[in-house]
């Protein structure tokens, strides 16, 4: 059973085979046999050569959120549509850049106004969430083509906010 | 003693004073927002009453609706806990008015040392030392600029009604005195209502030592030993201990001898503290009292074996302190870990959500204060602060391995938290010889990335996945949305059968 996992924005294959009561795993590069069991429906063991791990699965819509020997993953199952990866900042225009909320919040104040030109880091906008403000500055040299929200306006993560050009001939 | 006392609190710390009434045999009433109603401290409270809408200044803050609250339900006492109104006045005199206990300092004491500035001078005047710094609130940015320039660069701005680094921010240079008072006027506005700001001295390098204090209302004082909290991120504190390893038998003496005539002066009563900055020469400077029940409280229960939470509410309640300072010793070593929904790989990003598993951390000598479990949402309204990890060893090292055992073993999934960063600190060669100060994250962990993620466990985190939609697929079966109780013997007892055992 072949499965397709996106990690980070990168596409991960695997295949798992059950033979008897061990499986065969395969990434692409090699092939070995794992022995894996639900402890309880948040904790699979894994044995392989001997060795011992123990992760933490939890699902939530369609990420599972892992967590083995400290570390965290979010795994999450592709879309059946088949839509491309990249991250749609990449997707744009080169030269034209959306700014996106980095978590959920609320915009406490703007700190630019369209068409004003913007120094790298300079501050855009100010998120408060959790009693604490978040500053989100700007990343390149340019002008503010458009805003998209104003002060008050709740967000969620990823939300753009507002969309930037960046200034030609500095990278 | 008390019936019934409302909690006007939320999270790990309503949880906290919840269980004290239940271990007193006093009913609770819980308070809670309209997003709270899934919280932790609404299920575990004899009575829940719903205060408002989510953001605290129409719920926690609102303290018309407490009020009413408290005498639709017919509570005696409200415990405010810590943050939300627990330092504000204006609530302990409604109380008063009420006759409702306020369990904490009497008003006229709360109005004095809340009152960063009048509490200085009051300090100042009954000989306890104090860092150089402005003695009242100016109206505009000129008298900022002035007092600036006296007190010297780098200064500190002050939130005046509050602490735990809300509306706090060093300059280091003139030109951004005003860009960072406006910063500090907005946080201490939406954080206590009140946007008051003043500026003093920042001491470099210095060791945050605060001392636990209780005091009945007959005059009796005792103080509870140090807790030394100077690992901390932007002015909050993130890690606690107690003993303190800059203190011998005689500076301990005299800082606690100087913690009880602070609040003597102040005409103080139930549960403080006074929180002093101690620089390398061991000379220490008064900085505040917090007339609450601190985060860090339970690093000084474990190591004097005083419950603050249950003395708070005999106090309150008329009864006299049942123990005098010779009877108080310290024992073993205590240290604590707040655990905050911040992403510590990404510049300490806020992170809400659904917290899809949780997994506490169990062992001799630790303590897990909890205000989430696995399934629950943190709103993005409150404070980060999710739960506190706490442990007791007989020595310092022992304690040290014990906590970051402990935190190996807590597994938090859904959302981002503090448990990989806190377990670094921990390990940090200089946290370990005891070398702490208040700018021991900015010097050892400014840069710090977090550990690379490893090829092997992506490996085993993709094998996982695809075991889990393995048993998806052909049973059915899978860990699915977040299980509510893990605890439960139908999950941990495993496969069996009624009968199967003839």
Known sequence: ?171 | MFKKILIANRGEIAVRIIKACQEMGISSVAVYSEVDRESLHVQLASEAVCIGPAPAIESYLNIDKIIQASRQAGAEAIHPGYGFLAENSEFARSCEKEKLVFIGPNSKALALVGDKIRSRQTMEKAGVPIIPGMKNIPKDLSEYKQAAQKIGYPVMIKASAGGGGKGMRIVDNPKDLKSYLEAGQREAKSAFGDESVYLEKYIEEPRHIEFQVLADNYGNIVHLFERECSIQRRHQKIVEETPSQALDLKLRTLMGETAKKVMQVSGYNNAGTVEFLLDKNKNFYFLEVNARLQVEHPVTELTTGVDLVHQQILIASGEKLSFKQEELFQRGHSIECRIYAEDPVNNFLPSSGRVTFLKEPKGPGVRHDCGIYSGCDVPIYYDPILAKLIVWAENRENACQRIVNALDDYVVLGINTTISFLKEVINHPQFRKGKTTTSFIKMYFDKWEGKKKTEENLRLALIASAFDSFNKTYTGKSAGPAQKEIFSPWLSLGKWRLGGGK
């Open chain 1, 1 to 171: 059973m072949e499965y397709e996992f996106l990690v980070n924005s990168v596409l991960h294959k695997i295949s798992l085979e059950k033979k008897e009561n061990i499986f065969l795993v395969s990434d692409g590069k090699k092939t070995f046999k794992a022995d894996i069991c639900f402890i309880s429906p948040n904790v699979i063991s894994i044995l392989i050569e001997g060795r011992s791990h123990k992760v933490y699965l939890a699902r939530d819509k369609d990420k599972m959120y892992i967590s083995l020997e400290g570390e965290q993953f979010i795994v999450q199952e592709p879309l059946e549509s088949g839509e491309s990866f990249q991250k749609s900042e990449e997707k744009s225009q080169e030269h034209e850049l959306m700014i996106k909320a980095p978590m959920p919040g609320k915009v406490i104040k703007i700190n630019v106004s369209e068409k004003e030109n913007v120094r790298k880091n300079q501050t855009l906008a100010i998120v408060e969430a959790m009693k604490m403000e978040n500053e989100i500055k700007s990343s390149i040299e340019g002008y503010v083509k458009k805003i998209l929200v104003s002060a008050g306006d709740l967000v969620d993560s990823e939300n753009p906010l507002m969309e930037l050009v960046k200034k030609r001939g500095v990278p």
